[in-house]
């Protein structure tokens, strides 16, 4: 393998084309951290998928950033190669930071595919060139628009919705959307909100034939969800509770859920996010690729880990379009059958175009093996 030469660190932002609005907020622009290294053999890239505030995990893009640069980066720089699985037992004396861990190690294993010419799909054993997209649907102002929002992108081709629910605005919206269209692939997202003092809320749910309710309960309490999982019918997902490996085995022996959302970015990157993948197959339980607004970097890898033989539901791995007005790449674009092709280039398949880097960055930061950093741009 190679040495790593530099890693660089620049600070991404996007508006959004809608705000994004969730049970925890209101995202109005895309701001993270895109990684590139150098190593011998090429550059790779990887995206943070951390945003500005510490909302849906703890980590953040200043915290980030820090802790790329003094830990992650300076792990890498001193050694004689570099490969991504000796990256990550690097990284193994720092606790937690899994998203953080994730665009460093990408970035790397992007790098290590470019330089031997393999496209990382086909590293990963993909057994699919094209995947099935889902839409991810904001908390919207009125039940009207939530349904005008189900009705555009089912006539865009996508292949099942998710609505995103807080209490308040729940049970009424999903029987509306549920009684005007019967047939499609419908799910629920509540980003931790709800307690189990809850559960009638999910037990009203029960009839409208979900695909799954995800995450209704706070992100440390598999064993709440387990009880919660013992009363519906419906299968619940985790998504914030699940950071590793570790964790969705103890969700899946405990009962906690019945599907598994993996997101390569919260759980520190692809080698943790195919354990995860292994371990769920092994185990019959369905998963499906998880998404967080990425740019074109992060949405590439991705559609890779999407292409594996056991994700066998639609991800949240929507086009380009749905998020911004120009991507960081060049843009991906949903089929009218509600499916996107796998990139099959060596690596990630994409990189940043340099007139939108140009556009987008408002911060950089050089690290080089002697730790002596070269930075332009303000805090971020
Ligand atoms: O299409 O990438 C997408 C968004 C999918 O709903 C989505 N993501 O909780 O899963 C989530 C949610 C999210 C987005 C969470 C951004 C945190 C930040």
Redo the contacts with the bound molecule.
Sequence with gaps: MSRVRAVELLLVELPLVHP?R?S?GE?REKRCIVVRVETDGAEGWGEC?A?VRP??SEEFNDGAWIVLREFLAPALLGADTTDVESAERAFSGVRGHPMAKAALLNAILDAELRSDGTSLASWLGADKARVECG??I?IAPSTELLLDHVEGYLAEGYRRI?L?IRPGADLERVRAVRATHPNILLSV?A?AAYTLADAEVFRSMDDLGLLMI??PLHHEDLVRHAELQAMLGTALCL??SIRSAAAAAAALELGACRIV?I?QGRVGGVLEARRIHDHCRENGVPVWC?????TGVGRALNLALAAMPGFTLPG???ASA??FEHDLTRPFELASDGTMAVPSEPGIGVSPLPERLRACVSRRDVILPDRKSDKSGGPG
């Design positions: 994004f969730t925890f995202m998928v945003d909302d849906f839409v991810s904001g998710k995103k997202d980003n995800e995450q998504d914030e959302n997101k998880g998404g967080m607004l990425e949240d791995t929507s749905r998020y």
